[in-house]
């Protein structure tokens, strides 16, 4: 799983012109799912995203986690994190799982997220044309891969 983690002042996302989730201050998570992943991914990915220090303490060093101050979290499925842009112009998106292995996986880790956090999450819609808006806070954005984890 790759994820783009963005701290956000508040976040939404948009479907057809209508503000299907939106939250405040916290967490606006982009992820990407390949073949490969399973639970093991889920489970590391959410505890990383809720235990993450980048929230700022009273001295404005950034040690809090979203689970400390109690933020949100937007969490939005996007296949184009495993484009590969190695050869020619166009991107190829070989690599992301198709519907049928990323929804459940999305699913899981969108209830992994909820029962970690302790609150519900939002969420876009797997595979429509969604329009996210963000307020980044910093800006502090964060690339995570689960196939990296041990680097």
């Not at 939106?22 to 093991?40: F, M, P, Q, R």
């Amino acid at each position: 799983m790759r994820a783009v983690v963005q701290r956000v002042k508040r976040a939404s996302v948009l479907i057809n012109g209508s503000v299907h989730a939106a939250i405040g201050s916290g967490l606006l998570v982009l992820l990407g799912i390949e073949d490969a992943d399973g639970v093991d991914d889920i489970i590391w990915l959410s505890n990383k995203l809720i235990n993450l220090r980048i929230f700022n303490d009273k001295a404005g060093v950034m040690n809090i986690s979203l689970a400390e101050c109690g933020g949100d979290l937007l969490l939005v499925s996007q296949f184009t994190l495993f484009a590969a842009t190695k050869k020619g112009n166009r991107p190829s998106y070989i690599r992301a799982s198709k519907p049928d292995i990323a929804i459940p996986l999305y699913e899981l880790m969108v209830k992994q997220l909820e029962r970690d956090l302790g609150k519900k999450v939002g969420t876009g819609i797997f595979g429509a044309d969604m329009q996210v808006e963000l307020l980044n806070d910093g800006p502090v954005t964060i690339l995570i891969d689960t196939k990296l984890k041990d680097l």
